[in-house]
């Protein structure tokens, strides 16, 4: 279970970067920490990490995405947006929609994940 939560924080880190990148010119680390509502200390452990990595790189203040930080995040977004609208097809309410899309984009399988894909997809 601490695999998970690990790996959910840092698909969090990267979704998070990928999402301010598109709105804004540069990310630093406050625009993380207040979009996450975390501190600055966390944030700069998460960084260091995704650093080694090789997710993301520095450039003293911005954080950039790297290619494969950018491809890692893409895939995570991809699952939150096709479970989120799984689950609108399906009834559910936008609100919950969102929140259990945040949750599950993190533990679903391969097999399950292409099965909603489809049927977004196909509807």
Known sequence: MNNIKYNQSEQDYLE???????????????????????????????????????????????????????????????????????LLKNGVSAENAEEDACRMEHLISDETFLMMKNFVRNR
Not at 31 to 56: F, I, M, P
Not at 68 to 73: F, P, T
């Open 16 to 86: 998070t970067l990928l999402m301010l990148g598109k709105t804004q010119e540069v990310v630093h680390r406050i625009d993380v920490a207040k979009r996450l509502n975390v501190s600055q200390a966390a944030v700069n452990k998460a960084v260091k990490l995704l650093c080694e990595k090789e997710y993301v790189y520095e450039d003293g203040k911005h954080l950039y995405l790297t290619e494969k930080g950018r491809n890692y995040a893409e895939e995570v977004f991809e699952k939150h947006c096709i479970i989120r609208e799984f």
